[in-house]
């Protein structure tokens, strides 16, 4: 079969290998959609954590399923996705009900090699229905969960004010649901196209360019005085997580979707006032998959919308370099494969 591997910084190259021998306990799907991630894209870089080269890079992924090989309740022949997120399922993370921060977690496409392939065999445990989705939302459920998943993190609440930072793929995703849940959401970027996507496409329309205006004059004018009460970064930008913490009202709570090489820093007795709390967000779980899929169903989400991009699987190491570039415009690209 054919692959895409990133084998140093800067560098893709096609490649063949030998289509997987199904393993007890996997099953095989015949990738059909790649959806390309800030993590691929950082990976290109040479700037994402808990990263080797060279590596077969994708995690964003739908196809068929042409090998259930015993996983209990599905059929050879349907569309799926499933959990790229593979845990040992024994230690202190998988028995707390976080298998996402499983302590030896295989990342696909990160840890281990992903979905930039033709056939793929991951753990039949990690397999998700398709419920009737195409193959290009099935390939978005991925990113949407990583955002419900910060979301519920955040147990935003309704009526309250959320400041999502960073108008990307997983910043807009998380908009999203904490609008679904029910937040009052504030969009900040410093790319005025992806903010007009947020008013345009999500309904977004208390926004903030954070070259443009003056930051904290505006939440104060956006919330009455109050600040938000949850602050979600989906940047990875040091400076942006750094700069997040005094946009915190009293009492909030401030989740990092995005990560970052580098030290969080800031004011120890402007934080302990607020008595705020501080968290991460990591992958997602299953029940975040279920939460997006079933919000897909219902037309509260359209995943659709995001795709600004779209190129065959023989086209991505050509097209790969630009993505990197705000003024192409991409939100997220989409790859096809031959099979698909």
């Given at each position: ?51 080797s ?49 499983c ?22 445990y ?53 609008r679904?849940a029910g ?43 109050d ?76 995943p ?37």
């Amino acid at each position: 079969m054919k692959i895409l591997a990133c084998t140093e910084p800067g560098t893709l190259v096609y490649g063949e290998k030998e289509a997987p021998i199904v393993q007890p306990g996997e099953s095989l799907i015949q990738i059909k959609r790649i959806g390309i991630c800030g993590t691929d894209l950082h990976a290109f870089e040479g700037t994402q954590p808990f990263f080797s080269y060279p590596r077969i890079l994708g995690h964003e992924l739908s196809g068929e399923l042409v090998a259930p090989n015993g996983a209990e309740g599905f059929e050879k022949g349907e569309a799926v996705t499933f959990i790229p997120y593979f845990n040992c399922g024994h230690c202190i993370g998988c028995r707390s009900g976080k298998p996402n921060c499983c302590t030896s977690i295989k990342v696909c496409g990160v840890h281990i090699d992903g979905g930039m392939v033709e056939y793929l065999a991951v753990p039949s445990y990690s397999l998700v229905h398709g419920e009737g989705l195409s193959y290009d939302e099935l390939a978005l459920v991925e990113p949407l969960a990583i955002g419900a998943h910060g979301v519920r993190r955040a147990a935003v609440q309704p009526g309250e004010y959320v400041l999502v930072i960073g108008a990307g793929p997983i910043g807009l995703g998380t908009m999203e649901f904490a609008r679904i849940a029910g937040g009052k959401v504030i969009a900040m970027d410093m790319n005025e196209g992806r903010l007009a996507f947020c008013k345009d496409k999500l309904k977004v329309y208390d926004i903030i360019n954070v070259t443009d205006d003056d930051v904290m004059a505006k939440l104060n004018e956006i919330t009455n005085g109050d600040m938000p009460t949850v602050v979600i970064d989906c940047t990875g930008s040091q400076r942006a997580i750094n700069n997040g913490f005094q946009y915190m009202a009293h009492g909030a709570r401030y989740v990092l979707v995005g990560l970052q090489k580098g030290d969080i820093c800031f004011s120890h007795p402007e934080f302990h006032k607020r008595e705020a709390t501080l968290m991460s967000s990591r992958n997602a779980t299953r029940a975040d998959f279920e939460h997006v899929i079933a919000s897909m169903k219902k037309g509260l989400v359209d995943p659709v919308n995001y795709i600004t991009h779209r190129v065959q699987f023989d086209e991505v190491a050509s097209a790969f370099k630009s993505w990197l570039d705000p003024a192409t415009g991409v939100i997220k690209a989409m790859v096809e494969l031959p099979n698909g």
